[in-house]
């Protein structure tokens, strides 16, 4: 049992690094699709997502939730707003990386757990550690440091992070299933993608026939670069704790500031590496503070303390952030 046991968890942390690898590495794929402009490609990854999950679900026979779904209308509303911030979230990533930032979006995803918890905070009416404060004041000088290194706000890091944070927020409410909530969010997505994608190809400015049969299937492509991540994600969330996934998903953002200076050649300014330290001071802070309320935490299970019929607060990531990991990255 116990071989088993870590053979369970060795297999969710090899998910779990390809999951948050695959999104670390994907500014080198959207590069690959031009000369379709973003608004093009992001339509193409809305159709395709949709074709592959839902030929995942045919295979899988998982159909019975969309029914309940259907009948559930606050949850319908829901699932069209999560939508919609997707889409800018989709959006402003595929624009970002192919107009030349790619340090600028990473950072979107190195202070998503700081939004995160302001938003707990204002919108949640959370209440925060002494630590989780002082991130956040670091965060907020980080920000101040980044605007003046830029010249103006880092407004692309700032939509990428209030946009995946108002997202998780969204999706902790509705409560589907990684790959039930890509199909519906898809669902809700596809008429106005596929009705883009054909006044593009009425107005001679598709690019999916005109280049080839290669370009075509790399815009069809968009597909699996979605739902793949989130299949290896949703292997990794049944079988390694939460906590270990809060850790894995600053992954994707390292790999991402790693591809924007060594591989895009991005500049990077000392003002600039400034705001980058603060941010990720802000972020030690956070796991370490994490991590020692997950010890506290398995100490107090350990020695019975916990009272009958309680759990202690397991929701707490890495990140210190008290909603689940989110799953559907750029």
């Not at 939508?83 to 990533?93: D, H, K, L, R």
């Not at 700032?158 to 944070?165: K, V």
């Not at 400015?205 to 290896?232: E, K, M, Y």
């Amino acid at each position: 049992m116990a071989e088993e046991s870590k053979g369970e968890r060795r297999t969710g942390l090899l998910n779990g690094f390809a999951a948050y690898g695959m999104w670390g590495l994907v500014p080198l794929f959207w590069p690959l699709l031009k000369p379709a402009g973003a608004m093009e490609i992001l339509a193409h990854r809305m159709v395709w997502s949709l074709v592959l999950v839902a030929l995942v679900l045919l295979v899988m026979r998982r159909w019975a939730w969309a029914g309940e779904l259907l009948r559930q209308p606050r949850k319908l509303a829901l699932i069209t707003v999560a939508a919609a911030v997707i889409t800018v979230n989709w959006g402003v990533y595929i624009w970002a990386v192919n107009s030349g930032h790619v340090v600028e979006a990473s950072l979107g995803y190195f202070i998503n757990p700081l939004v995160t918890i302001a938003m707990g905070v204002l919108i949640l009416k959370e209440r925060l550690r002494p630590v989780q404060w002082a991130a956040v004041a670091v965060g907020f000088a980080a920000v101040v440091v980044l605007t003046l290194g830029y010249g103006r706000p880092p407004w692309i890091s700032l939509c990428l992070a209030f946009s995946f944070a108002t997202y998780g927020l969204v999706k902790k409410k509705v409560n589907l299933g990684g790959i039930e909530s890509l199909a519906a969010e898809t669902a809700v997505q596809f008429l106005p993608a596929l009705a883009y994608l054909l006044w593009l190809s009425a107005h001679g400015d598709s690019t999916f026939t005109d280049h080839g049969s290669g370009h075509a299937a790399l815009l069809a492509a968009t597909g699996v670069v979605t739902a793949l991540p989130l299949v290896c994600f949703g292997a990794a969330a049944i079988r390694v704790p939460l906590s270990t996934l809060g850790l894995l998903q600053y992954l994707a953002p390292v790999f991402q500031f790693l591809l924007g200076i060594l591989y895009f050649h991005e500049a990077m300014p000392p003002e600039r590496w400034a705001g980058f330290a603060l941010v990720w001071l802000a972020l030690s802070l956070l796991t370490g503070d994490a991590l020692r309320t997950a010890r506290r935490a398995a100490r107090m299970l350990g020695d019975g303390l916990a009272a009958p019929g309680t759990t202690v607060a397991s929701g707490d990531t890495a990140t210190g952030v008290r909603t689940p990991v989110t799953e559907s990255r750029s």
